[in-house]
């Protein structure tokens, strides 16, 4: 109930604008912090059904809205990816916040209904809508009783967020605004070109070694696969991000292992194939090939399943093989036809793994002579150059 579950609030309602968007329905979200506090998230999509739910009798708008779990994620049936985590639903929101009102477009009317503190203010209302408008609108206010420590929704947390989704999501438009007096703005986050974007803006500062951004996208076994890959000169580390469902895995899985070794592999063999690396010679290590790139990797996943106490790890063991020849397929491909480009990828390996050994060498030689050093001196230990105990 801290700021970190405040700002949770409007995640789960954006989750499922963009579970509309993953099922093809939607192509706009609008978020905006009104100027009491409250926060409304509009789509484009289908609308929430508003008929009669069979087993409850009520509105499906009404039970989505008051039953844990009653929404389209569960059990396969819905949405064939859904991008939440959680997946409770948009009835946590209702419970958690002192008013919610809903308004749904669809079969040209316009539904609304207000709930208090999780419970239907009175019936569905309904009255026809000249356009043949669709989706949804949610407007809610947190309850103070619960978030004792804030209500207040923090900008620059919520869009770091809707920016990386935007990302994830290509060709859907994220519109961003607060209308709280002092601190109006507006942001627009659009990328067609998706996760490809993500990786020019994040080397907008650095030398890449390759204009173009690689990019690798297919699908497998239900299994979608997003890969934004590039070098740069500049850089002496990598910096790989995964995704999985929309959700950054931070402590990695099957997705990242997959892709790291593809790339081992890949590079290694187009190496051998140039006659970079000799016969006599041992293959080049991962963390060679790796120094100076970006990457992004996104994959969408009928059945996640996350581990780690955090839940930001990837445990879905198929996707590793999916990832491999998926990636290894469009790799091989691509560096095949731009031989400049494997080259330069290549010589920085190269360049990366002759800087490791030199380094390991020299640290041998240095614990060799000191090995040589200790020896003629047992039992008396050397003087000490400085009196200095800082030193």
């Known amino acids: 109930t801290g700021p970190r579950g405040l700002h949770h609030l409007v995640y789960e309602v954006v989750d499922n604008s963009v579970d509309e968007a993953l099922a093809g329905y939607c192509k706009a979200i609008d978020i905006s912090i009104n100027a009491d506090g409250s926060v409304t998230v509009t789509d484009d999509g289908r609308g929430i059904p508003t008929g009669i739910h069979p087993k409850t009798g009520k509105s499906a708008l009404e039970t989505v809205m008051t039953i844990l779990h ?73 309850d103070a009783s619960i978030f004792t420590e804030t209500t207040k929704f923090d900008y620059t947390t919520l869009s770091g967020r809707l920016r990386e989704l935007a990302y994830l999501n290509g060709g859907v438009r994220i519109k961003f605004a607060d209308h709280r007096e002092g601190s109006e703005r507006e942001d627009v986050y659009f990328y067609e070109g998706g996760i490809r974007e993500d990786i020019s803006y994040m080397n907008r500062e650095k030398q890449p070694l ?24 500049d850089a002496y580390n990598d910096n790989i991000i995964g995704f999985a469902n929309n959700i950054r895995t931070v402590d990695g899985g099957t997705h990242l292992e997959g892709l790291k070794a593809v790339l081992t592999r890949t590079l290694n063999t187009i190496a051998r194939k140039r006659n970079k690396i000799k016969e006599n010679e041992s293959n080049l290590a991962g963390e060679n090939i790796r120094e100076g790139l970006t990457a992004v990797i996104s994959v969408k996943v009928p059945d996640p399943e996350f581990e780690g106490q955090t839940k930001t790890k990837l445990g879905n063991t198929e996707v590793r093989g999916i990832v491999d020849s998926l990636v290894g397929e469009v790799l091989t491909e691509y560096l095949e036809f731009r031989p400049n480009v494997s080259d330069a990828i290549i010589e920085k390996a190269v360049q990366a793994f002759k800087a490791a050994e030199a380094a390991r060498h020299a640290r041998e030689m240095v614990r060799r002579k000191s090995v040589l050093e200790s020896s003629t001196l047992p039992g008396k230990l050397a003087d000490c150059a400085s009196r200095d105990p800082s030193e």
């Open 70 to 142: 009653a929404g389209g994620k569960f059990g396969g049936g819905g949405y064939k990816v859904s991008g939440g985590l959680h997946g409770v639903g948009i009835s946590v929101v209702n419970a958690l916040s002192e008013w919610v009102e809903v308004t749904v477009w669809r079969e040209k009317k316009v539904h609304l209904q207000r709930f208090e503190r999780g419970i239907a203010m009175g019936e569905l209302q309904v009255e026809p809508y000249p356009q043949a408008r669709t989706g949804t609108s949610v407007t809610f206010l947190p």
């Open 210 to 233: 390759h204009e173009e951004v690689i990019f690798v996208s297919g699908e497998r076994n239900g299994i979608q696969v997003e890969v934004a890959l590039q070098w740069c000169s």
